[in-house]
């Protein structure tokens, strides 16, 4: 079965802290979608990984395939960054993507 | 570049009403389009997906239906709205694993 599971479901932290959010999924993938969703609701995409490792600015996405598991981190953590974020993947021969229930993170100052 | 319309951005509605929210994408061709929902405090929950025009699959079985009538353009229908339909719903495509998604319709069903 083709499943999708993020930890923790929640996460408080203070500024300034290295946070990590967890995926793992059950086979194998295409492709592995962070994606970030403000109060408001809109999801923004924040990367796409089917190996490795990518970085933009305060954010890493890693993803290792023998394990099938791919982490968040972000560095410095700063209040603008709570919100929801989401791992979504695109499991191998199938046509839709599949969602975690998401990681709802609260920095405060 | 590729962008992906969606409106309205809320709408509240009565129960026993129709609803139409439309979804529209540029600069792509033969995307795989989404609906997903999400009621409050739940993660998302895939409601149609399609691969092509006219082709549309349902993942779980609703008061909702879903039309491709152009390559392009998603739409979401119901013909009279349930209490339990209100939620913020989310249109998304993919193309070549890159995944774009919409701002959202907020609905609220009175």
């Known amino acids: 079965k083709n499943e999708v599971e993020q930890s923790p479901q929640n996460l408080t932290a203070q500024e300034g802290e290295f946070i990590t959010i967890n995926c793992s999924y059950s086979?194998?993938?295409?492709?592995l979608h962070w994606l970030q969703q403000h109060p408001g609701g809109g999801i923004v995409s924040l990367f796409m990984l089917s190996s490795g490792k990518k970085k933009h600015g305060r954010l890493i996405a890693t993803i290792n395939i023998q394990e099938k598991h791919s982490s968040l981190h972000i560095t410095a953590s700063h209040p603008r960054d709570s919100a929801v974020y989401i791992c979504?993947?695109?499991?191998?021969?199938?046509?839709?993507?599949?969602f975690g229930q998401g990681t709802r993170l609260t920095i405060n100052p | 570049s590729q962008t992906i319309h969606q409106w309205p951005a809320t709408l509240v509605q009565p129960v026993g009403s129709p609803l139409s929210l439309e979804c529209t994408v540029e600069g792509t061709s033969n995307p795989n389009l989404y609906w997903y929902r999400q009621a409050a405090g739940r993660g998302l929950q895939l409601l149609f997906y399609s691969v092509g025009i006219g082709q549309i699959s349902s993942e779980v079985p609703q008061n909702l239906s879903a039309s491709r009538p152009q390559d392009r353009q998603f739409i979401l229908s119901s013909k009279k709205l349930l209490l339990s339909d209100s939620g913020f719903y989310l249109c998304a495509f993919e193309r070549n694993t890159e995944a774009f998604f919409g701002q959202g319709t907020r609905l609220t069903v009175v």
């Open positions: 086979v194998g993938i295409s492709a």
């Open positions: 979504a993947v695109h499991f191998q021969g199938a046509q839709k993507l599949v």
